[in-house]
């Protein structure tokens, strides 16, 4: 009797164990990698599973997502990949230049494809050469950054501004790449830029305090460990009057005076439907040159310009995409 039960419990596992490997017939698995959690990598996860959805892969018909956060922790990044790998995915959405990077190194040696957004620099990134063309079995959308069109709206809104403090993480590639670019557009608007990195998020409060001592105002990066502890940034900046301007419309919604930006539900739609021509076997990621939006607009906030005691330019607001009236939580 103890031989049959051992038997039955045995095959009941083993029943298990397969059901919970297999997928439904038809049904494509895909594991998203997304390294940090603030509003514009959410904004972009969100529009990628919209852009498959518009492409006819659906959750819950023929789409299964395995979604995994790193809490801008690139070990974590790492063991995503790892096992995602592990898990034999069809299709790996890495958000962000530290999980792409991630992903891209995890999968080298598969015939997964990596498919990444939110990277400001894939050149840089090692994730493409020179003329765009993959680097592997992976392409992507880049959220680069209109540097000199943000400079202009800078100095439209501060005419009287003369240096720009730009904090970041200095194991970023985006990062880096980015700063490089403020540095050497900033002159031919009358800045100076004013840089200051940090390693961790528990440097930011230091290095916030140092900063809001020299300049005239923050512009604030994509870079995702300052993204994630912005709140404090503009707390701080906010008890000394000094305006912090944002690189996309969440960081506006939650205090950032404005930016000329991008929207990021918009890039990341960009990025599942490309997605979508690898799932349906049309193109490989390997075949696909990365690509960029094109498209930027001014968001601004009422209520932070406000209580700095600023106006915003009428020509700016006029041609808003979008303008705020409050701060959210």
Avoid: W
């Avoid at 801008?72 to 958000?95: E, P, Y």
């Avoid at 400079?151 to 720009?164: D, G, N, T, V, W």
């Avoid at 930006?261 to 918009?266: A, E, K, S, T, V």
Wanted: with cysteine; net charge negative; glycine share 8%.
């Amino acid at each position: 009797m103890k031989k049959i039960i051992t038997v039955i419990l045995s095959l009941s596992l083993l029943a298990a164990l397969f059901a919970g490997c297999s997928k439904k017939d038809n049904e494509v698995v895909i594991g998203i990698g997304q390294f940090a959690e603030h509003g514009s990598l959410d904004n972009c996860r969100e529009g990628f599973i919209a852009g498959l959805a518009e492409a006819g892969f659906k959750e819950g018909e023929n789409l299964k997502v395995l979604y995994e956060n790193a809490q801008a922790d690139a070990n974590m990044a790492s063991q995503i990949s790892k096992n995602f790998i592990a898990k034999k995915v069809d299709l790996i959405c890495a958000i962000a230049t530290p999980m792409a990077q991630s992903a891209f190194g995890a999968a080298k040696n598969t015939n997964i494809p990596v498919i990444f957004t939110a990277v400001t620099d894939p050149i840089k990134a090692e994730l493409a050469k020179e003329d765009g063309t993959p680097n592997g079995n992976t392409t992507g959308t880049s959220d680069k950054l209109p540097v000199e069109k943000q400079l202009e709206m800078i100095r439209k809104i501060l005419p009287e501004a003369k240096k720009i403090g730009i904090m970041y993480t200095t194991s970023e590639v985006n990062s880096l790449s980015a700063i490089e670019e403020y540095k050497a557009a900033a002159p031919g608007f009358g800045f100076e830029i004013i840089e200051s990195g940090i390693s961790t998020a528990a440097d930011i409060p230091l290095a916030a305090d140092n900063l809001l001592e020299k300049v005239d105002c923050i512009n604030n990066l994509t870079d995702n460990t300052v993204v994630s502890a912005l709140p404090i940034i503009l707390d701080k900046a906010a008890k000394k009057n000094i305006p912090v301007f944002g690189s996309e419309v969440e960081q506006v919604k939650i205090g950032c005076l404005a930016t000329m930006g991008l929207d990021y539900y918009d890039l990341g739609k960009q990025t599942g439907r490309m997605a979508a021509q690898v799932l349906k076997g049309e193109k490989k990621a390997s075949d696909i040159k990365f690509e960029i939006i094109e498209e930027f607009a001014f968001y601004g906030n009422f209520a932070v310009a406000e209580n700095l005691g600023i106006t915003l330019p009428d020509d700016l607001v006029n041609n808003a995409k979008e303008m705020f009236d409050s701060i959210a939580e």
